[in-house]
């Protein structure tokens, strides 16, 4: 295990050799401890990969600590005809092994972590301090899952799922292709949030005391809803557009509503799923 001091920067490379089987890759595997500059205070954290999931559990320390393990190139979701390639008779495929480099930099209570996910698939397990905002986002290969941190969450995922599990603050959650499920503690008063996916369900979870004005919309699904929720029932907003000619009308879908009275603006959005607002019991 490494320690990172508060305000340096900190590299590591790590090369493992493969001991398995002829044939087989073995997992790179190494962790950090990154010190903050002000352990008291709130901080944030920034990761961007693009293969590989991200779990960030919020926990009672004053470090960020990162476990890292760089999978082989052979468990990527991504075709690889070379893996299919018999060996010539007589002779044994060899692994190349699997590389590892990840880098956290430490400024101010803002961690930044970059790894070669861009290379073959990387897993990162990051616990932080509570009080901890987030910009965390990955690509391929993984989910990305936040439990029990306060702060404001950006959180983007392409082809997998996300899952806030017992946060508080605000948040800003999409990814394309999987569901969206969050579940609040507490929120933020007066910051706005969104929910979207393309091709997934959205299930977020508040407390029952949240205000909030909601936006919702599924092109393929429903809307539900246990909240006593003032649904806005005024005539849908009808756009007209002129081209060559012609004339397309198009009406808007929105679902439009208010949560004990409402509050900052929650939007919520899927293509090909439904929509749950659920209230904490």
Request: aromatic share 4%.
């Amino acid at each position: 295990m490494a320690l990172a001091r508060p305000g340096r920067r900190l590299s590591l490379a790590l090369l493992l050799l493969s001991k398995a089987l002829p044939g087989l890759g073995q997992d790179a595997k190494e962790q950090l401890t990154v010190a903050l500059s002000a352990p008291d205070k709130p901080g944030s954290l920034e990761v961007e990969q693009v293969n590989g999931f991200i779990h960030v559990v919020g926990y009672g320390g004053k470090e960020v600590l990162i476990d890292a393990v760089a999978r082989p190139r052979s468990s990527s979701r991504r075709h690889n005809p070379d893996a299919e390639k018999a060996a010539p008779t007589g002779m044994r495929r060899l692994a190349a092994g699997t590389s590892l480099s990840l880098t956290a930099e430490e400024k101010n209570n803002h961690v930044e972590i970059s790894t070669d996910s861009h290379l073959h698939p990387v897993d990162l397990t990051i616990k932080v301090p509570q009080r901890f905002s987030l910009k965390v986002s990955t690509v391929n290969n993984g989910d990305i899952i936040v439990e029990n941190v306060s702060g404001e969450l950006e959180i983007t995922n392409v082809n997998g799922p996300i899952q806030l599990r017992q946060v508080s603050g605000s948040a800003v959650a999409n990814t394309v292709n999987g569901n969206l499920t969050a579940t609040f503690t507490g929120l933020t008063a007066g910051a706005p949030m969104a929910f979207s996916t393309l091709n997934g369900r959205v299930d977020v979870t508040f407390p029952s005391t949240a205000k909030a004005t909601l936006k919702m919309k599924s092109e393929r699904g429903e809307v539900y809803s246990d909240f006593e929720v003032a649904v806005d029932k005024s005539p849908a907003k009808v756009t007209r557009t002129s081209e060559n000619g012609l004339t397309r009308l198009s009406t808007d879908a929105w679902t439009y509503g208010k949560v004990n009275g409402g509050g900052a603006e929650v939007m919520m959005k899927t293509m090909n799923g439904d929509i749950f607002l659920r209230k904490a019991k």
